[in-house]
Structure formats: C-alpha cells, structure tokens
Nanobody, 122 residues
Framework: QVQLVESGGGLVQAGGSLRLSCVAS????????MGWFRQAPGKEREFVAA????????YYADSVKGRFTISRDNARNTGNLQMNSLKPEDTAIYYC???????????????WGQGTQVTVSS
C-alpha cells in the first residue's frame, strides 16, 4: 500500500508560479512511477505530467509542456510539480498518483492522493 499526500496548492494570478509536492509513504516506492492529474469543475480528470522513478524520465501533456516541470527526490520519496506561467485554464484540483509504470491513462495508477486546489485568477 502507498499513501500519497499533496501540498502546495493555492491562489495565484495569471503568469505566476506554484510548486506542488507529493510525499509518498508505505511500501518501497523505488519501482513506481508518479503522475499528476487535474480535474476542473464539470470536466474529466486529465493527465498533466509523469515521472518514472527508476530513471527520472518525464512525460507531459501538450497543454503544459514548456511551463510545468515534474521532478522526483528519491531520498525523500517526494515528487514535485513546478508550475510556471500559470493560466486561468490551469485552475483545477491537482492529484498525484502512483503506479507500476507511467502513462497518460488514469487506469495505470493504483494509488491517489486527496488532491490540492490550484486557482489562477485573470
């Protein structure tokens, strides 16, 4: 079992930055991958970014490529999502998730955090 706890959400003006963190605890995390998803009101949960824990390879949705950076800290079992140049359309609840591999599909991920709200004002 893996427990995930997100932090770092908040309210920011368009063009600003936020850094989300996700701390994993429970069973050894070294063989997993971590993904970030987001869900805006009335919309489906969508893939944002993912990082493969073994080698740090990263993947991004086209909508955030060049603005968001995902990283991992193996020693702390922590994944981070640095979000720059934020836009109002980035407003959503952001969830981190863990799975045995990394893909853009929600079904890949076995464990989910509780989510953290990100609001970008125009």
């Amino acid at each position: 079992q893996v427990q995930l706890v997100e932090s770092g959400g908040g309210l920011v003006q368009a063009g600003g930055s936020l850094r989300l963190s996700c701390v994993a605890s429970g069973r050894t995390f070294s063989s997993y991958g971590m993904g970030w998803f987001r869900q805006a009101p009335g919309k489906e949960r969508e893939f944002v970014a993912a990082v493969r824990w073994t080698d740090g390879r990263t993947y991004y949705a086209d909508s955030v490529k060049g603005r968001f950076t995902i990283s991992r800290d193996n020693a702390r079992n922590t994944g981070n999502l640095q979000m720059n140049s934020l836009k109002p359309e980035d407003t959503a609840i952001y969830y981190c998730a863990a799975g045995s591999t990394v893909t853009p599909l929600r079904s890949t991920y076995l464990y989910w955090g509780q989510g953290t709200q990100v609001t970008v004002s125009s």
